[in-house]
């Protein structure tokens, strides 16, 4: 069964740390993004990268950076923790277009 | 601007009331349109896509057709289990369309 890995379901962090969210697929895929899911917004895109060591920025990238070294990890970073940065954190990856999206099943971070 | 709206935001429905939910979208160009489930604190869930205006496709109770337009997601005899939020997201053809834009969705509940 294909799978998006992401390795922690509940985070607590608090204000000011660096944490680090991280996310493995075994498909293969090129592609591999960064959401962000909150009531009333929506998803919105951090990040995403198409190739290993590439990046772009999405919607909303600021207050975070991403590294993908290996095609199959695609880590989030905060580089200091801020509560509004509580959130419900997804991560996906793809074939080249024109295929969807595979899910993670989400990361529940909480800033205190 | 590309854009993408659910309608409605939530609905409810009594086991077996047939019903449909509503996407439209205003894109320049579709590369193909989506449809995920996505269970309380849970990553989506792919369900179908759909690239070219008159395509229809079925799972189970549920079934997705496509115009120039809209996408419809009509749910047949529908069980509690179905209870979830169905979301709608689009690749559009032309600019960087390795991104999805995604409506906010609709929240369904399916009461026995």
């Known amino acids: 069964d294909v799978k998006v890995t992401q390795s922690s379901r509940y985070l607590v962090k608090r204000t000011g740390e660096k944490v680090f969210l991280e996310c493995v697929q075994d498909m293969d895929h090129e592609n591999m993004f960064w959401y962000r899911q909150d009531p009333g917004l929506g998803l919105r895109l951090i990040y995403f990268?198409?190739?290993?060591?590439?990046?772009e920025k999405g919607d909303i990238p600021e207050g975070y950076s991403v590294s993908r070294e290996k095609k199959e990890r695609f880590s989030l970073i905060l580089e200091s923790a801020s509560t509004n940065q509580t959130s419900m954190y997804l991560c996906a990856s793809s074939l080249p277009q024109p295929y969807g999206y595979t899910f993670g099943s989400g990361t529940r971070l909480t800033v205190v | 601007e590309d854009q993408v709206t659910q309608s409605p935001e939530a609905l409810r429905l009594q086991e077996g009331e047939s019903s449909s939910l509503n996407c439209s979208y205003t894109v320049s160009g579709l590369r193909g349109l989506f449809w995920y489930r996505q269970d309380p604190g849970k990553g989506p869930e792919f369900l179908f896509t759909?690239?070219?205006?008159?395509e229809e496709k079925e799972k189970e109770r549920l079934k997705a057709t496509l115009t120039k337009k809209e996408s419809f997601l009509h749910i047949t005899a529908p069980k509690p289990e179905d209870s979830a939020t169905y979301l709608c997201a689009v690749r559009p053809n032309a600019g960087n369309n390795r991104k999805l834009i995604w409506g906010l969705g609709t929240s369904l509940a399916v009461n026995p």
């Open positions: 990268s198409y190739d290993v060591k590439m990046k």
């Open positions: 759909l690239y070219s205006a008159g």
